[in-house]
């Protein structure tokens, strides 16, 4: 299993970035996807999530309104779209796979299966 973070970088506050996570080697349609984001001497935190079936999808509080997250499911891809970034959006954002029927706290890095290697997002004030 791989999943490939991409589209990082850097941008000034207000702008936007729009983050992708190709997944291979599972049946993507049965996994739950989620991005989390790890900033310099914190812990990784939960930052969104959608689900699947159906597509729902659940924010942490600091960014709704602001980050979208989507799939494709025959592009066996999901999407973060960011828009109206904050400094303190800066960190390493990872992609990560929950399998569908997961009873685990989806907010949870325990929960996810597997990972991505993380993409760099770094917003300058």
């Known amino acids: 299993v791989q999943l490939q973070a991409s589209g990082g970088g850097l941008v000034q506050a207000g702008g936007s970035l729009r983050l992708s996570c190709a997944a291979s080697?599972?049946?993507?349609?049965?996994?739950?996807m989620g991005w989390f984001r790890q900033a310099p001497g914190k812990e990784r935190e939960f930052v969104a999530r959608?689900?699947?079936?159906?597509?729902?999808?659940d924010y942490t509080d600091s960014v709704k309104g602001r980050f979208t997250i989507s799939r494709d499911n025959a592009k066996n891809t999901v999407y973060l779209q960011m828009n109206s970034l904050k400094p303190e959006d800066t960190a390493v954002y990872y992609c990560?796979?929950?399998?569908?029927?997961?009873?685990?706290?989806?907010?949870?890095?325990?929960?996810?299966?597997?990972w991505g290697q993380g993409t760099q997002v770094t917003v300058s004030s």
């Open positions: 959608i689900r699947s079936p159906g597509g729902s999808t």
């Open positions: 080697g599972l049946t993507f349609s049965s996994y739950n």
């Open positions: 990560a796979a929950q399998y569908y029927s997961s009873v685990l706290n989806y907010r949870s890095p325990l929960s996810y299966r597997y």
